[in-house]
């Protein structure tokens, strides 16, 4: 897996992004690779002077056991709706942040979508 590039992680972001189902990819008016579900931002990813960021939506609950690890921080002007960002994540974090941006996914997407899921995804 290609996770210290930008291009690589943009790549992995996108990857599980659009494993999902109906989940599409759209270019904002910052140039931030937005994912989104039914019109509604799950995750947003895009580059700075400080290399690759990556975004995603949470409920508060778990913004905030995320905000006491390390590498997580609140999101700028959209934290206060629970969305996390990790900057450069490194490759032990990708087993949780797919994790995360599946429960992300399923935060925003409809009932019967979110329905699906589960039923493809029962353990």
């Given at each position: 897996m290609k996770s210290q590039d930008p291009e690589g992680m943009l790549e992995n972001v996108r990857k599980i992004c659009l494993a999902l189902p109906e989940a599409v990819e759209h270019i904002d008016?910052?140039?931030?690779?937005?994912?989104?579900?039914?019109?509604k931002s799950f995750?947003?990813?895009?580059?700075?002077?400080?290399?690759?960021?990556?975004?995603?939506?949470?409920?508060?609950?778990?913004?905030?056991l995320l905000l006491q690890?390390?590498?997580?921080?609140?999101?700028?002007?959209?934290?206060q709706h629970g969305?996390?960002?990790?900057?450069?994540?490194?490759?032990?974090?990708?087993?949780?942040?797919t994790d995360l941006i599946q429960e992300a996914y399923l935060r925003a997407a409809?009932?019967?979508l979110v329905k699906q899921w589960h039923e493809l995804n029962k353990k």
């Open positions: 008016g910052f140039g931030h690779n937005t994912f989104k579900i039914n019109g995750v947003i990813s895009g580059e700075s002077e400080k290399g690759f960021r990556l975004s995603f939506k949470s409920d508060r609950e778990t913004q905030e690890k390390e590498h997580y921080y609140k999101t700028p002007y959209i934290g969305w996390v960002s990790i900057q450069n994540p490194a490759e032990e974090n990708w087993d949780e942040l409809p009932k019967r």
